[in-house]
């Protein structure tokens, strides 16, 4: 019930990559039939992965997952345009709010949006956040810790538009960067319809190989590289191709997109009924979009997005009990684990301390069933009344 945290290989991913660790184990840079042949693939992956977002091959590149993306994003446009002003929202994973932190330290500056109670931004707030200096929005496509899908074709028209107002005005034009990173299983990825400049995928969220993601950079952004070396991908990236998270990358990203509305459908099935069995358990809250606002909205919620606070329950108690029923689950996001920060993104949202931390995020995948749900169901009251029980045991001031 953690899959926003971790996928399993999909088996023909995993068959689709086998060949490129040891009988095909060529370098793609090498001139021999070994590393053509290497080098071969990684270009069917690349046209691909292109085919599937519907952009050109050469604005494909390949990174060592959704965090150097996503970092070769952030720091790439800014390295290149010196000093600047970035704007961003304030439920970012930390694979975008700590790069655009780490420019604050040098000197840049940056705007971050707040959300509504389901963790929208609004737009004309965006509008009017943009100044002369700024150089580079990142608004995350679809939210891993309350599933929250933005609509970035709304976005991408609206930063179109001030563009053309800061040409008139001889302004450079200010690129728009989305994390894709757990869109790419359930939502569109047509670059154009969604109107970025930038995106970025990881594998691992997909089915996928972990260290495999791909950065798409649009003809005409200009990037300074994170990693310098051998000039490999379009010298955006040095360093030898990983073949086989290349190869399987792109495989992962064409089976998602494949089943994408049968598995959509199956998903927001289980995801409500999951929904509706928890609210009826006392104390308990939603976190992120009301599944109801889809009927007229279409996707607002990732399918597998369930994050609920039980009240007077704390969070992290609650992932060890279910630990221990077999049942994984995460506090806020994973990433965060070992901290006992509230999660930002719900703080966001306007839940107190309190609240943020007695939450917990439950995501489905391919393999959850209705019965898995029902046993969930079934241990969870129980859990609650122990926990309670040994919390109020503790913390009476007259306890003997
Ligand atoms: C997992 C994730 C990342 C980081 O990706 P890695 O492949 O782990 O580096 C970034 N953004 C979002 C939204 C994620 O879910």
Known sequence: ?????????????????????????????????????????????????????????????????G???TNLAIFGVARNMGKGHIITSSIEHHAVLNPIKALEQEGYSATYLPVDAQGFINLSELKKAVRPDTILISIIYANNEIGTVQHLGRIGKLVSGVNSERGRQGLAPVLFHSDAC????????????????????????????????FLYAKTGVKLRPLVYGGGQENNMRSGTENVAGVVGLAKALEISQKNLTKENKRQTALRNFF??????????????????LERANGIV????????????????????????????????????????????????????????????????????????????????????????????????????
Do not use: W
Not at 301 to 323: C, H, Q, T
């Open 1 to 65: 019930m953690d899959h926003a945290a971790a996928t399993p290989l999909d088996p023909q991913v995993k068959k689709s990559m086998d060949p490129f660790f040891v009988a095909q184990f060529g370098n793609p840079s090498s001139l021999y039939g070994l590393g053509k042949r290497a080098a071969l693939e990684v270009k069917n992956s690349r046209l691909n992965i292109a085919k599937i977002i519907g952009s050109r091959p050469q604005e494909i590149i390949f990174t060592a997952g």
């Open 67 to 69: 965090t150097e993306s």
């Open 182 to 213: 757990q869109a790419a299983g359930a939502l569109d990825m047509n670059v154009n319809r969604l109107g970025v400049d930038l995106l970025s995928v990881n594998g691992s969220k997909i089915y996928g190989p972990k260290q495999a993601g």
């Open 275 to 292: 929904i509706a069995k928890l609210l009826k358990i006392k104390g308990t809250k939603l976190n992120g979009p009301d599944p109801k």
């Open 301 to 400: 919620r990732l399918p597998n997005n369930i994050n609920i606070s039980f009240k007077g329950v704390e969070g992290e108690a609650l992932m060890l009990y279910l630990d221990a029923y077999g049942v994984c689950v995460s506090t806020g996001s994973a990433c965060a684990t070992g901290s006992a920060e509230p999660s930002h993104v719900l703080l966001s949202l306007g839940a107190t301390q309190n609240e943020a931390q007695s939450s917990i995020r439950f995501t489905l995948g391919r393999s959850t069933t209705k019965k898995q749900l029902e046993y969930v169901l079934k241990i969870l009251p129980g859990i609650l009344a122990e926990l309670r029980r040994v919390d109020n045991f503790l913390f009476q001031p007259n306890v003997k």
